[in-house]
């Protein structure tokens, strides 16, 4: 039984690019949440797809965006990159059955850095 | 949006000894919290958890207690083993708090 899986696991880019992150939920889960994570911080939630929409959303900007499929896969993408979104990228996937009730499964991240 | 606060950046306890990490958050709507444990190198990955009916669960070692009037939860291992050296994270509704390091030292 796979658990979440990221893709890739490390990358690199320079400061105005854009980015695509890549996950795979727990097999039978149908929400992903994604989360930003930086060094010595906790997992800030950037937002959470249901039923490929967007449930909820953190405090992020509109520079970050995401997308599910219909096989609940996500993507994450960022545009005009900055150097303060260097960090660890972590997608965790539940149930759908509420808010914040349902234990979240991670992946072991994606660490991005941008120079 | 900080709803959800670990004060404590690490705590250092001695094998066999009790260890206690706290967590407090602001929203009183906040109905389920949770506890994740991280590992170097690898994802958080859950704990125990506790319903805001509740004030107390267990669950082996672990032991989570809610007090909503102080908007507190603190989580307890006992007995501490050295295995139980990682980052533990509190959260609710989505949101976590900046982590607590346990090192248990043998």
């Known amino acids: 039984d796979a658990g979440v899986t990221q893709s890739p696991t490390h990358l690199i880019k320079t400061r105005g690019q854009q980015v695509t992150l890549r996950c795979s939920p727990k097999?039978?889960?149908?929400?992903v949440s994604w989360y930003q994570q930086a060094l010595g911080q906790g997992p800030q939630f950037i937002f959470q797809y249901y039923e490929e929409e967007e449930r909820q959303r953190g405090n992020f900007p509109d520079r970050f965006s995401g997308h599910q499929f219909p096989n609940y896969s996500s993507e994450l993408n960022v545009n005009a990159l900055l150097l303060g979104d260097s960090a660890l990228y972590l997608c965790?996937?539940?149930?759908?059955?509420?808010?914040?009730?349902?234990?979240?499964?991670f992946g072991n991240g994606t660490r991005l850095t941008v120079t | 949006d900080q709803q959800v606060k670990q004060n404590s950046p690490s705590l250092s306890v001695q094998e066999g000894r009790i260890s206690i990490l706290n967590c407090d958050y602001t929203?009183?709507?906040?109905?389920?919290f949770l506890w994740y444990k991280k590992y170097p190198a690898e994802g958080p990955t859950f704990l125990i958890s506790?319903?805001?009916?509740?004030d107390k669960n267990e669950d082996g070692r672990f032991t989570v207690f809610l007090n909503k009037s102080a908007k507190h939860l603190s989580l307890h291992i006992v007995p501490s083993q050295p295995g139980d050296s990682a980052v533990y994270f509190c959260a609710a509704a989505e949101r976590f708090g900046a982590g607590t390091r346990l090192t248990v030292k043998p």
């Open positions: 929203n009183s709507m906040f109905d389920y």
């Open positions: 097999s039978g889960h149908d929400t």
């Open positions: 965790a996937s539940t149930t759908g059955t509420g808010y914040g009730n349902s234990p979240l499964h």
């Open positions: 506790i319903s805001s009916i509740k």
